[in-house]
């Protein structure tokens, strides 16, 4: 049977919004093209020794990995040893400054699991390793544009919902058209939050340094979307491999633990302990080791190579912009600003633990910044992280909020994000640290508003509980941010 203009103009409009979902993945490519061509740091060059390593930061990891993988597996913490790798022209095929080196830091089992990049010569692992930090940042992106986009409320019963929200045909014509209607909005949504992210200058610090934040992001990203869909033990899992830098998983693991989310904290329990046997079994001694280094990271914030103008938590804010006075008083300062964060954390937390529900998502943005805020070391890059908080503040309160309340964290979150990319400059032109500053606030404003965010959902009892996941906070059942 020959096909009417009509289904022929359908399948065009299908074919437009499904080019429009498609074209963003090329964005972030394009940025990494740029970095490549304009960051000094992916400039080969043999013919003179360079100011910096080629790939920056990558270097301690590809390092690490190739230590792994030697006979002399042990020395992996041993600092002249990993200096004299770092510095080996034979090895790396360039040199660098013989007094600049990167620490290995991380625990044993990071290392273990970047031994696949370190089996390729150094100049094409930066190249692949770039790459791949730029996949899992679109990808990112992509996971919280199809949680976020626009749903069809008036035909939600229609269809159920997966992990990542996109609808699930029922079968019949009429949830078809509803799964045309959501992929075109989809569509509509996805280039813009690719556009817009493409823009947080955290990331593109991140891709020209080699850091891993990008990674963080998915794996913050994808634990989220696990529990909002009811994975426990999944999500879990996922998050255990946040131990590549401990210091960001304790602060969930902790709230998991006292709302006893069991089968959370054994999914992260059985990946960290399966990551820790497996490195354990490579090289017994390389957990002692690593303590030691631990013990000493005390003191890394006072080496000469410390960026304090572009230390971004709590602890490197405030030693940043309170030079003058003594290192008690930091502590005592900052321990009354942790405890702050850590009781508006509590208060937002109190009640039942319904991930499911809307409120979960303020709950879990929150936890994401106050780990930030408390993290021991935080840098430009690692504010890839705030993404995800950023993202989920905002679809709850839209553009064009109503209350005075939601206006002001939405100008605090507008305020971060186009400050991203200055927070190290103006820190060194006013002597003050403002990344912190902002968190804080946005942190404590969300608590604040708690009850004005709560007041304005208004479940409808025939939905199930699907319906809220991704709605927004207003008071019209249509999501601000169409």
């Not at 969930?252 to 989310?261: E, P």
């Not at 003191?299 to 003058?324: A, N, T």
Request: a neutral charge; aromatic letters at 12%.
């Amino acid at each position: 049977m020959p096909e009417t203009s009509e289904s022929l103009s359908g399948k065009k409009k299908i074919l437009t919004a499904t080019s429009l979902a498609r074209w963003p993945w090329v964005l972030p490519f394009f940025i990494l093209l740029l970095v490549w061509f304009s960051s000094p740091n992916f400039r080969w060059r043999t013919d003179a020794p360079r100011t910096t390593a080629y790939g920056s930061d990558f270097l301690q990891d590809w390092g690490g990995g190739w230590i792994v993988q030697s006979e002399h597996r042990e020395r992996l913490y041993d600092l002249e040893y990993s200096h004299r790798l770092q510095h080996d022209e034979s090895l790396l095929g360039f040199q660098w400054p013989e007094e600049d080196y990167y620490p290995v830091v991380y625990p044993p089992f990071h290392y273990v699991l970047v031994v696949p990049f370190s089996t390729m010569p150094y100049r094409y692992a930066v190249l692949v390793a770039s790459i791949l930090s730029t996949l899992v940042f679109a990808v990112s992106v992509w996971l919280l544009a199809r949680f976020y986009f626009p749903a069809a409320q008036n035909e939600s019963s229609l269809v159920d919902r997966d992990v990542a929200g996109l609808p699930t045909l029922t079968g019949n014509d009429q949830g078809d058209a509803l799964r045309r209607t959501d992929a075109k909005k989809f569509a509509l949504s996805f280039p813009g939050l690719m556009i817009a992210l493409c823009l947080f200058l955290p990331w593109i610090a991140c891709l020209s340094m080699g850091q891993k934040s990008t990674v963080l992001l998915l794996l913050f990203t994808g634990t989220f979307l696990m529990l909002k869909a009811e994975r426990h033990f999944l999500a879990g899992l996922l998050f255990g491999l946040v131990a590549i830098k401990p210091q960001l998983g304790l602060l969930i693991g902790l709230a998991m633990i006292v709302k006893q989310q069991w089968s959370f904290v054994a999914g992260a329990g059985l990946m960290v302990g399966t990551l820790t046997l497996v490195s354990y079994l490579i090289e017994p001694t390389w957990w002692s080791d690593y303590f030691a280094v631990v013990a000493r990271m005390g003191d890394y914030s006072e080496s000469s190579g410390y960026l304090r103008h572009d230390s971004h938590s709590l602890w490197g804010g405030l030693k940043f912009s309170l030079p003058g006075i003594g290192a008690t008083s930091i502590r005592v300062i900052g321990g009354l600003l942790a405890a702050m964060v850590l009781a508006c954390v509590g208060w937002r937390l109190r009640g039942a633990w319904t991930p499911r529900e809307a409120r979960f998502d303020s709950q879990f943005a929150m936890l994401v910044l106050a780990t930030l805020l408390l993290s021991p070391h935080l840098f430009g890059y690692d504010l890839t992280l705030v993404i995800l908080p950023l993202v989920i503040i905002v679809s709850q309160i839209g553009f064009r909020p109503t209350q005075t309340s939601q206006r002001w964290l939405l100008v605090l979150c507008v305020a971060f994000f186009v400050l991203s990319g200055s927070f190290a400059r103006l820190a060194m032109t006013t002597g003050v640290q403002l990344s912190w500053i902002l968190m804080f606030a946005i942190l404590l404003h969300s608590s604040s508003i708690t009850k004005a965010w709560l007041s304005q959902i208004t479940p409808d009892p025939s939905r199930s509980g699907d319906s809220e996941v991704g709605s927004s906070l207003e008071s019209s059942s249509t999501p601000a941010a169409n």
